[in-house]
């Protein structure tokens, strides 16, 4: 006997709709509320990963930035996050240890029957940057001599505006 699928929430259908009016190229993950889309940054190509927990009118964007961190860089690639996390206002970088891979995630709660198309816009966008920010800190990292690494000064080493993506033009008009 087969199961009929989950019904599609209104909140997952509200991301879906973003998709749409973004002109985003999404797939949704078969029995899931959960939209995956590739996107082209400055520095790398991004996986998001948007996924909606209708109980509780949540919606949460993540990322998975393409570096495998050996454990011997773990401690340090830490604390490079928990710099970077002291500086953000929406998200935070998480670092999955057993599986040596940094994350990027975003959340938004949102009242019943109101998630507002921008704002998951915007998390999907502060998720992309983030993302692309972070990524050339963490290539350098990881490359870094034992020499260089003993050298380090990882609070001015994280500000370097060198490694940064252009900041993008600010749309004429709202979303469409």
């Known amino acids: ?14 991301v879906e709709e973003t998709f749409a009016r973004m002109k985003w190229a999404g ?8 939209m995956e ?7 790398t190509r991004i996986r998001v990963h948007v996924q909606a927990f209708a109980e509780v009118q949540a919606i949460c964007v993540g990322t998975t930035l393409g570096h ?17 996390n002291l500086e953000l206002t929406l998200g935070a970088f998480e670092f999955d240890y057993d599986a040596g891979r940094v994350l990027f995630r975003a ?15 915007s998390l999907v966008h502060s998720a992309l940057a ?21 050298r380090l000064n990882l609070k001015l080493f994280l500000q370097r505006e060198d490694l940064l993506p252009p900041v993008p ?3 004429d008009s709202p979303m469409p």
């Open 1 to 14: 006997m087969k199961t009929a699928p989950p019904a599609t929430s209104r909140l997952f259908t509200a």
């Open 27 to 34: 797939r949704r993950v078969p029995g899931r509320e959960v």
């Open 37 to 43: 889309a590739d996107f082209e940054a400055h520095h």
């Open 68 to 84: 495998n961190v050996p454990d011997s860089r773990a401690g340090l690639v830490s604390e490079m996050l928990m710099r970077t």
């Open 107 to 121: 959340t938004n709660i949102f009242p019943p029957d109101a998630a507002d198309p921008q704002i998951i816009a």
């Open 130 to 150: 983030e993302t692309d920010r972070l990524t050339p800190f963490l290539t350098l990292l990881l490359r870094m001599t034992a020499e260089e690494l003993g």
């Open 169 to 171: 033009e600010a749309p």
